[in-house]
């Protein structure tokens, strides 16, 4: 079955830095849009970054210049690299990707379905 296994988050102080890892397993045929989103305590989900299988990104505003989405599409991992962490960045963060699976049968379904991480909590406090 598919899975998404995510690791990095923790404690660091303000103006720290953090690298957060989220690999997919299982029967995949394709990964096309991986990403990482964050819900704060109190607030929605909220988008962080996004990278697409042709290498485009994009930022939420309040990240930009600090945070860096990459991928290394051998190992079907994702990776956002959080620099200048303020306490605002606190939140549990999630991967999210967009993965055409392997069905039944070995049937390779027309398009892919978002599958979302467990969450890894990232908290930025001195």
């Known amino acids: 079955q598919l899975q998404l296994v995510e690791s990095g988050g923790g404690l660091v102080q303000p103006g720290g830095s953090l690298r957060l890892s989220c690999a997919a397993s299982?029967?995949?045929?394709?990964?096309?849009?991986m990403g990482w989103y964050r819900q704060a305590p109190g607030k929605q989900r909220e988008l962080v970054a996004t990278?697409?299988?042709?290498?485009?990104?994009n930022y939420a505003d309040s990240v930009k210049g600090r945070f860096t989405i990459s991928r290394d599409n051998a190992k079907n991992t994702v990776y956002l690299q959080m620099n200048s962490l303020k306490p605002e960045d606190t939140a549990v963060y999630y991967c999210?990707?967009?993965?055409?699976?392997?069905?039944?049968?070995?049937?390779?379904?027309?398009?892919?379905?978002?599958?979302w991480g467990q969450g890894t909590q990232v908290i930025v406090s001195s």
């Open positions: 999210n990707v967009d993965i055409r699976a392997f069905q039944a049968g070995g049937v390779i379904p027309p398009r892919g379905y978002d599958y």
């Open positions: 990278i697409t299988s042709g290498g485009r990104t």
């Open positions: 299982g029967s995949i045929f394709s990964i096309n849009t």
